[in-house]
């Protein structure tokens, strides 16, 4: 294989020249060769207009300023994690022009253009906002007065099973994300339960996924909203419970069909009045610890299970239960931890997978 070095990616594996290797292997410093921006360049450049060589990169040009990505197959090829592949596009001003199709999405950036020079690239990099880091830039007195108040509103929203810094890292994720479906619905701070439910139906589906579908498994997750407007602290809640946004669609369904294989046991509300199951199972949401779950077996034991906000479910270990152990996904939970659970009813919406 010319002596090349192989990247693999899943099943694949693709062949770089060797300097190209080594540039993606490089950490970044204050040479703007070996930051993010002229990694990305070089790899677009390097696939050109070749479409299987498009599509083992995980990324290629549509035009001359803009260009597509696959997120996990591109991160694989540079080596980094879908979450630190995201901070990059954010921190660095990369603005999305178009959602998920086929795992593919549409970016574009100024000064990042199909003839850019490493001039051109270097000054991307050294954004101010581009070069601090998630906690530096949330307690920077850049950010404006807008801003700033969100982050005090989501301060009430409490995560757990994770360190200082992806909790601020969660926030502002969050935060632009919001930022984005306001934007996406002309403009509008607040919205109804209907209009976000569709809203985040289109964001999030995954590919091949239809919106009717989409829509419905989002819809069930608020059954018990009590609340006719959705705002920011709900939108936060929300993520707490399925995020990161790359694989929330996928959560969302692992969960309700964890729940219809094994007894109907999540009850879509933080309140547990009400609740009973003497001869087996049942779940809900925490009112406290947002991305947390509370199992109550025979309504005598409880076990907590934590959603990993900065952990995709493509990632694996995703869940974390309260002696720390780890899973990936819902039913190695339950294979791990078999209870006595009654047996299923027919699902009346018919919309998990």
């Not at 989409?214 to 809640?237: E, G, P, W």
């Not at 509370?294 to 409880?302: A, C, D």
């Not at 299923?344 to 998990?352: A, E, I, Q």
Request: proline share 3%.
């Amino acid at each position: 294989m010319n002596g090349y070095p192989v990247v693999e990616v899943g099943k694949d594996q693709i062949i770089l020249p060797p300097d190209i290797h080594e540039m993606i292997k490089r950490k970044s410093s204050r040479d703007p060769s070996s930051r993010f921006a002229n990694k990305l360049h070089i790899l677009l450049k390097f696939a050109g207009s070749d479409p299987k060589m498009i599509e083992y990169i995980g990324a290629g040009w549509i035009s001359d300023t803009q260009f597509r990505i696959n997120k996990k197959r591109l991160g694989a090829v540079m080596e980094i994690k879908l979450n630190t592949l995201n901070v990059n596009l954010r921190d660095l001003g990369f603005q999305q022009l178009q959602q998920d199709k086929n795992g593919w999405t549409e970016w574009t950036r100024e000064k990042f253009t199909i003839t850019s020079t490493l001039s051109d690239l270097a000054d991307i990099t050294s954004d101010k906002n581009g070069q601090k880091d998630v906690a530096k830039q949330l307690k920077s007195s850049n950010i404006d007065d807008s801003q700033s108040s969100k982050f005090v509103i989501l301060r009430d929203v409490m995560i757990s099973k994770c360190d200082p810094e992806i909790q601020q890292q969660f926030r502002r994720f969050t935060v632009s994300i919001w930022d984005e479906l306001i934007e996406a619905s002309g403009g509008k701070t607040t919205f109804t339960l209907d209009d976000f439910i569709f809203l985040a139906a289109r964001r999030f589906r995954i590919s091949k996924q239809s919106l009717k579908n989409a829509t419905q498994l989002i819809r069930v997750i608020f059954l018990c909203a009590d609340t006719t407007q959705v705002t920011l602290s709900d939108f936060t809640k929300f993520m707490a419970k399925f995020g990161p946004e790359e694989t929330l669609m996928e959560k969302v369904g692992g969960m309700l069909s964890s729940s219809n294989h094994h007894g109907n046991w999540l009850n879509v509300t933080t309140d547990p009045s009400g609740l009973s199951n003497p001869d087996g199972l049942y779940g809900y949401f925490d009112n406290t610890e947002q991305n947390c779950i509370i199992f109550v077996y025979q309504n005598i034991f409880t076990f907590k299970v934590w959603n990993r906000v900065n952990v995709a479910s493509s990632d694996g270990k995703y869940l974390v239960d309260q002696n720390d152990n780890e899973y990936d996904s819902w039913e190695q939970f339950f294979q791990i931890n078999p209870m006595k659970i009654q047996e299923p009813s027919l699902n009346p919406l018919g919309v998990f997978w």
